[in-house]
């Protein structure tokens, strides 16, 4: 049975798989809705981490991304997991903590360290928060990225300390000056082997001293200082507020979080039921919410790579994403992206409209939905310009296009290369002319430039 794409079931859905994952096919979104609502949340959420079926590093790429230390390599791997996992909520929940507790090749110069970094969260990223803060503690990517290894008994460093607090578990103005100066000194001596690549405890280099932070006296050391941490009030709400962010909408109150805190501290922290909750709330299918959030360069490359099912030489990828505005791996801070509406201006716009060309240029054997544009006309189904525009804008959009913009596309397809009036011609006896084919990949072209591909 198929679902029509302007349906509330359909939208819903198909807004469920952009934000849980990274978008996915019409075919796939039909399955989804006949499944119902509540069983895709469960699906996507309470998947099976055996049931990989993603090779995860092939040979030779394996080889770049350790000994040759090579970034684009470590970008591509990453790439092809979001693309083929089917379990698509792990791998943007690893996204989530990625641009959360930030480490970058600028600062680590090591892949192979960014590459277990992101199997950690991987590993973690759906589970227990003071699990995952505990191991991110000790995660020798981390500890070079923030520059621990140098933190030493008498000589604190406090820049681990210090992030920790702000930007990963508290935010400003839940903790003091003297907080980040006890706690480095409870993170002392916490320091990686150079040769084994692994964390490593240094005891004469750690201050066994007693100290006291936040409001809590005692002989701590960085495990102790995690516990008390995400004991605060403020960490519900700080993570489930940047979860919020992530997605639902850009601008949540108070009081649109405390829900989602409220269920974070009585699971204990876990992930899970978070998700589960904000996936099943209302808000999330609110008008606030849907079509409300641009695309990450992540988000947009993925998913017009999984929406038109087209598999291309992936090497030029990143590259495209870093002019967009986005390098996976080397954020510009530790603060991670910004996001929202910086990932939209003239630059970046014109580096999603060459990417766009890449892709609708593509070798029609490489793409499903290029692939089936002869089979599609000449199945006489699409019956006139109009039509030819909603069906490409359902299976791209998985939704209609705006009144005006939809005029404008219908007029492309009735105007010749000399920009003078041209009919579109549709197939004759099954046969479908070369100027037809090319007039439908120019229209998918501008689909995915249209202001609604932006949105996730």
Known sequence: MSVDVHSKEYQQMAHLLRRAGFGADHETIQRYVRDGLRAAVDRLVNFNPDNDLVDDVQDSLQYDIGAKRDLNALQLWWLNRMMHSPNPLQEKMVLFWHGHFVSAYQKVTDTSLLFRQNQLFRRMGMGNFRDLTQAVSKDPAMILYLDNQTNRKGHANENYGRELME??????????????????????????????????????????????????????????????????????????????????????????????????????????????????????????????KFKSPTEFVVDSLRTTGTEIPLRAAPYSMRAMGQELFNAPSVKGWDGGTTWINTTTLFARFNYCVMLARMNAANSTLLDTIDQTLASGSLQSDGAVVDYYAAHILHRPLSSSARAVMVDYLNTGRDGNPEPFELPQGGRVKPETRLKVHGLVHMIMLAPEFQLV
């Open 167 to 292: 930007l990963f578990t508290l935010g400003i103005g839940h903790y003091t000056e003297e907080d980040v100066r006890q706690g480095a000194r409870a993170f002392t001596g916490w320091s990686l082997n150079r040769a084994t690549k692994e964390f490593m405890f240094i005891p004469g280099q750690h201050d066994d001293g007693v100290k006291t932070f936040l409001g809590q006296t005692g002989n701590f050391n960085g495990n102790d200082v995690v516990d008390i941490i995400v004991q605060q009030p403020a960490c519900a709400p700080f993570i489930c507020t940047k979860l919020f962010k992530f997605f639902i909408h850009d601008n949540p109150t108070p009081s649109d979080v405390k829900p989602f805190a409220d269920v974070m501290v009585k699971h204990n922290l876990d992930i899970k039921p978070v998700l589960s909750a904000m996936f099943t709330s209302p808000i999330f299918y609110s008008d606030k919410a849907m079509w409300q």
